[in-house]
């Protein structure tokens, strides 16, 4: 996922709901699925920025030993720029690029 280059908004904007589940049939469905992913957007996101993060960790934590390190506070600030992971899910699904696929019912 490269989320680095999506074209999402970086603010929050009110949406027509029964557009958005026009598609699903339940607005409730249509909400999942965006939450669904934005949790794995947001996984991706962490875990990219903690490995990006690891570099700069100090073996030892004295308080002598801290200082601020420039390039971490700008990785820091670049993740902190990038749209939520919500916007970019409801991007996704608006442009249809989410695969999504319905469970059985049970009776």
């Not at 589940?21 to 669904?36: D, F, H, P, Q, R």
């Not at 875990?47 to 971490?72: C, G, H, P, T």
């Not at 993740?79 to 059985?104: H, N, S």
Request: glycine content about 2%.
């Amino acid at each position: 996922m490269d989320f680095k280059n999506t074209k999402a908004d970086t603010n929050t904007i009110t949406r027509n709901v029964k557009e958005l589940s026009a598609e699903v049939g339940n607005v409730y469905e249509t909400l999942m699925i965006i939450a669904k992913r934005s949790n794995q957007i947001s996984v991706e996101m962490k875990e990219e920025l903690s490995k990006k993060l690891q570099d700069f960790a100090s073996v030892s934590d004295n308080l002598e030993e801290i200082f601020e390190n420039r390039e971490q506070i700008e990785i820091s600030k670049f993740y902190e720029r990038l749209p939520k992971p919500v916007l970019i899910a409801l991007e996704e699904f608006t442009q249809d690029r989410i695969y999504y696929r319905r469970g059985e019912k049970t009776e």
